[in-house]
């Protein structure tokens, strides 16, 4: 509750004024902060299970109850056991609130966080290089002019049932009006038997998409359940088109809630070690160290990810892994 609390301070103090500058509603306000609280829970709740295994380790230490225990055989496994179990449950309900509550809520607050006054609606609208994946049609717009409804530098790809291209549809400029999609100064290409290909200066074309189906972008990973993003990625990969990044960011939402169970395990090593000599303020300061190198680690990791330099595995789990690597290497080389 304590690094709710800053966490909530210092984010109202950054984001209250250009909210309000951009005239967001003083109830919408609220709401924001409300939508994003399960967000901060979960990146402060690894912090805050590392502060606690040092806080209550640290105590008994100093007290000389581990000793005590120790002198009557119980061995650091079984003094530590309730420690990691409790660890285990919280990473799991931190993996079960990331799949069921924290996409739906980090969409509302996203939606206020984007508003401009005049607008009908909270979203963003992409308008450049949009991929748009209809029925057996994939659509390439280079700019989409919202104002006038019109379409610059449209590709369109016609695919059979095994996603290979049967047609390419070239076109400076494309409108779309009551079904109809009139595209300008173009070419057509198709892939039959052989190779034939048709200039024209205009061609009529009968779709089910609507102009506003173009308007609406793709939400970002954090804002998709694990079951969506999964399946978007198959989407992409039926497709031909690049999904490493959204493979990363998959990975990364059940590898996050794990550090919940992983810090821990750093933690107990270094309370048995230290906890005689160090109060609560060392206490809260290392929990404070230790958790921001995790996530500095795990950023960049999963930056490194994104561009292809590490493989999406290693991405999501390398800082788990180098982290209870560590854990497990400090338990082992303390005295039970």
């Not at 004024?17 to 609220?30: G, H």
């Not at 049932?161 to 049967?166: A, G």
């Amino acid at each position: 509750m304590s690094f709710l609390v800053i966490y909530l301070t210092i984010d109202f103090m950054s984001k209250f004024w250009k909210l309000s500058e951009r005239e967001v509603p003083f109830i919408d306000i609220c709401r924001y902060f409300l939508y994003k609280t399960p967000l901060i829970l979960t990146q402060i709740t690894p912090m805050a299970t590392l502060l606690a295994t040092l806080l209550t380790l640290g105590i008994l230490s100093r007290n000389n109850e581990v000793t005590v225990m120790k002198a009557c055989g119980i061995s650091l496994f079984q003094i530590s056991s309730p420690i990691l179990l409790i660890s285990l449950f919280i990473s799991l309900f931190s993996l079960f609130t990331s799949e069921y509550l924290l996409p739906h809520a980090t969409q509302k607050y996203k939606e206020i966080e984007r508003y401009r006054p005049g607008g009908s609606k909270y979203r963003l609208f992409k308008q450049s290089n949009i991929w748009y994946f209809g029925q057996g049609i994939i659509y390439q717009i280079n700019h989409l002019d919202l104002v006038n409804g019109v379409m610059n530098g449209v590709t369109i790809l016609r695919v059979d049932r095994d996603y290979k291209i049967v047609e390419r549809i070239d076109s400076r400029q494309a409108k779309l009006e009551n079904g109809l999609l009139t595209l300008t100064n173009g070419i057509t290409r198709s892939f039959h038997d052989s190779l034939k290909y048709e200039q024209f200066k205009e061609k009529m074309l009968p779709t089910q998409e609507k102009f506003s189906d173009f308007t609406v972008s793709e939400p970002m990973p954090e804002e998709m359940t694990f079951k969506k993003l999964n399946k978007y990625i198959e989407r992409l990969k039926k497709m031909g088109l690049d999904y490493t990044s959204y493979v990363v960011d998959l990975l990364a939402k059940i590898a996050f809630p794990l550090a919940n169970f992983i810090l821990p395990l750093i933690g107990i090593p270094f309370a048995l070690k230290t906890g005689r000599s160090s109060g609560i303020a060392a206490g809260v300061g290392i929990s404070i160290i230790i958790g921001f190198t995790y996530w500095i680690t795990m950023a960049f990791n999963i930056s490194l990810g994104h561009v292809g330099v590490l493989p999406p595995f290693l991405a999501a789990f390398g800082s788990n892994i180098i982290f209870a690597l560590i854990g497990v290497v400090s338990i082992m080389s303390v005295k039970t």
